[in-house]
């Protein structure tokens, strides 16, 4: 069976902590709730946590302050902010402090775990080389080296190219919702860059037509799933 991943997060908002808690842990992670910034840090100096979800307005020390004592203390821990707060100035704070991701509110619930499943997968694809190869029906796709290959032909991707096959392949035979993909790889889902990611998603068919097995389909008003041959051991 596999470990929960521990998860910390800091919420002022009683209601809005426990609705987030309890729907952390129906999605299968272990979800521990602070109520302001100093429980949240002794909570951390106390546990082991796999990612961090900081408010940024709290009492006794806001969000920052405490992304920044946990960073000191552990430099590689991911921390996602969430905030009423729309400023650009406040958003370019949180970055500089070593934010991973941002989310402003009101925000869906399925949004905050997209973002965290988002995360996770980076930090696992550091910490474990091998999932960054991922194998499509007769390809090969390195996403470190951005290079798709066929029997001896390799085609080098740009950057958004690999950026969106690698989530089309993290979600294999899955739907990859539309939303999540634009807000990953292009930070806004404006009708701007969704007709780009149409444009890419046109490209990254040309590339993988040498197999037939292989397929990237719309699913009408949700995104896009990528048809492809389980692996075989």
């Given at each position: 069976m596999e470990e929960k991943l521990h998860l910390l997060l800091c919420e002022d908002d009683e209601n809005l902590g426990m609705l987030l808690r309890e729907?952390?842990?129906?999605?299968?992670?272990?979800?521990?709730?602070?109520?302001?910034?100093?429980?949240?840090?002794?909570?951390?100096?106390?546990?082991?946590?796999?990612?961090?979800?900081?408010?940024?307005?709290?009492?006794?020390?806001?969000?920052?302050?405490?992304?920044?004592?946990?960073?000191?203390?552990?430099?590689?821990?991911?921390i996602i902010f969430l905030t009423a707060k729309t400023l650009k100035e406040d958003i370019l704070e949180g970055f500089k402090i070593g934010a991973d991701d941002y989310i402003t509110k009101p925000f869906s619930m399925e949004e905050l775990?997209?973002?965290?499943?988002?995360?996770?997968?980076?930090?696992?694809?550091?910490?474990?080389?091998?999932?960054?190869?991922y194998k499509i029906g007769k390809f090969t796709f390195d996403t470190q080296k951005q290079i798709l290959s066929i029997g001896e032909k390799q085609t080098k991707l740009t950057t958004k190219e690999s950026e969106l096959l690698g989530l089309l392949c993290a979600h294999a035979n899955e739907i990859l919702q539309r939303d999540f993909a634009l807000k990953t790889i292009w930070i806004?889902?404006?009708?701007?860059?969704?007709?780009?990611?149409?444009?890419?998603?046109?490209?990254?068919?040309?590339?993988?037509?040498?197999?037939?097995?292989?397929?990237?389909?719309?699913?009408?008003?949700?995104?896009?799933?990528?048809?492809?041959p389980e692996p075989e051991n």
């Open positions: 729907y952390l842990q129906a999605k299968g992670y272990a979800a521990e709730l602070c109520p302001d910034g100093e429980a949240g840090y002794k909570a951390f100096m106390k546990n082991k946590y796999d990612l961090c979800v900081f408010d940024v307005m709290m009492p006794k020390k806001d969000g920052f302050t405490l992304a920044q004592e946990v960073r000191a203390a552990n430099s590689e821990v991911p775990t997209f973002r965290i499943e988002a995360i996770l997968r980076r930090v696992r694809g550091k910490k474990n080389k091998e999932s960054s190869v806004d889902d404006n009708y701007f860059n969704a007709r780009s990611m149409d444009v890419y998603i046109t490209k990254l068919r040309k590339h993988l037509k040498e197999d037939p097995a292989i397929e990237i389909i719309n699913i009408h008003g949700k995104g896009y799933k990528l048809i492809t």
